[in-house]
């Protein structure tokens, strides 16, 4: 167990709809990073939040979007849902911004659209 | 930009056998390194990691040394178990950027 948890763990949904992946970092982490695992892309970097603010942007496409709270949980929204959208989504959570931080991953949510 | 290259699976090994899962990565300047490993259904889980050249990352007998003049970071196992077969990712972050990138996986079978 890593300490981080996500929710939910599976969630379908239909296209053309709106969804909220929700992370929960470690004890103590200061950041929060999301990433999205497809069998044609592989595992691909959406992005990084440092202690409530944005901190790099990775490959997310402009109907996602993702905040982290003052309590440092984050959630990611995917709107406008497409088949292609399908995918695990997996948050990790650092204790720093340091490229030397070990990254502790959450067990994921498998989006499904339909 | 930045990437990792991994050797494509699967691989398949027989219990005890040596195992070695080859990474070489593209990226200025000195990225720290990483292999995670994906067990059937989980998450990714931290094997090891190094962060700079020449340091060596060992966990449950599992070793990579970071090499950079060849730019690898080669996976080694003396002796594999059946509870060893899943998904190995060797990854990296670039100095400056946190971002995990990662190679396409590695899936390793091991028959008794």
């Known amino acids: 167990d890593s300490g981080v948890t996500q929710t939910p763990k599976h969630l379908i949904t239909a296209t053309g709809q709106r969804v909220t992946l929700r992370c929960s970092p470690r004890s103590g982490d200061l950041s929060v990073y999301w990433y999205q695992q497809s069998l044609d892309q592989g595992l691909q970097f959406l992005i990084q939040?440092?202690?409530?603010?944005?901190?790099a942007k990775g490959n997310i496409l402009e109907r996602f979007s993702a905040q982290q709270f003052p309590d440092l949980h984050s959630e990611l929204n995917l709107s406008s849902l497409e088949l292609g959208d399908s995918a695990l989504y997996f948050c990790a959570s650092s204790p720093f911004d340091r490229n030397t931080d070990t990254q502790y991953f959450g067990p994921g949510t498998r989006l499904t659209v339909l | 930009g930045d990437s990792v290259t991994q050797m494509e699976g699967p691989v398949t090994l027989s219990e005890e056998a040596f195992l070695t899962i080859n990474c070489t990565y593209t990226a200025t300047g000195y990225p720290s390194l990483f292999w995670y490993v994906q067990y059937p259904g989980e998450g990714l889980q931290l094997l090891l990691k190094a962060t700079k050249a020449d340091d060596k990352g060992s966990n449950k007998g599992f070793e990579a040394t970071y090499r950079k003049e060849t730019t690898s970071f080669h996976l080694e196992k003396g002796s594999v178990q059946v509870s060893d077969s899943a998904v190995y990712f060797c990854a990296l972050t670039p100095l400056g950027y946190n971002k995990l990138i990662f190679g396409a996986g590695t899936r390793l079978a091991v028959h008794p």
């Open positions: 939040y440092y202690n409530g603010e944005e901190r």
